[in-house]
């Protein structure tokens, strides 16, 4: 699979950082896309658990 994955995403201290401040991704929960008004099979408590932010955009600096 080639799909982008943040195992920490959300998190206060992410497992496998071992420098005294920690720091993870962290999405804005308020976001629509983040809280679908529908329920989802995920594994976790938000779409971005374990992933990038639905809110994220790839762009070609252009």
Do not use: V
């Amino acid at each position: 699979m080639n799909e982008p994955a943040n195992f920490d995403t959300n998190r206060e201290k992410p497992f496998n950082w071992n420098r005294p401040e920690p720091w993870s991704l962290h999405c804005p929960l308020d976001e629509p896309l983040e809280t679908p008004k529908y329920k989802t099979t995920i594994l976790g408590d938000y779409l971005s658990d374990k992933t990038l932010c639905m809110i994220g955009e790839q762009t070609d600096e252009q």
